[in-house]
């Protein structure tokens, strides 16, 4: 399947694109052949919280990054974002680690075969 990038950029729980961006990329992270890794900036930094409680038959994104991570896939958070948001390094759930621009360039224009955008 190749290297695929999702970026995602909505609210953690302010809509449904960053649930839907994130099932997404879990599935895809799950075939074989597939390298998946995942930028979250803007609001969908707190995609990855660490401790995120939502009520029962509610989804959980930090969990979801988890299925990401299972299958050895990244997650990248822009440390800009996270700094505006007053979000720490340590608030993130395990696996995901604060990331920057430079690296986001990087992961789009030498790594990626696709793009996708949430």
Not at 1 to 27: Q, V
Not at 64 to 93: K, P
Request: include cysteine; charged fraction near 20%; glycine fraction near 14%.
């Amino acid at each position: 399947m190749g290297k695929a990038l999702m970026i995602l950029n909505e609210p953690a729980y302010g809509s449904e694109r960053a649930y839907n961006g994130l099932r997404l990329a879990g599935a895809m992270a799950k075939r074989a052949g597939t390298q998946m890794r995942v930028f979250l900036m803007g609001d969908a930094v707190a995609c990855a919280k660490r401790g995120q409680r939502v009520p029962g038959g509610y989804y959980s994104l930090e969990a979801m990054l988890g299925t990401v991570l299972q299958h050895h896939g990244e997650v990248g958070v822009c440390g800009s974002c996270l700094d505006a948001r007053g979000i720490a390094d340590a608030d993130l759930t395990q696996g995901a680690r604060r990331s920057s621009m430079e690296e986001l360039a990087t992961w789009t224009g030498e790594w990626a075969d696709r793009v996708m955008v949430f």
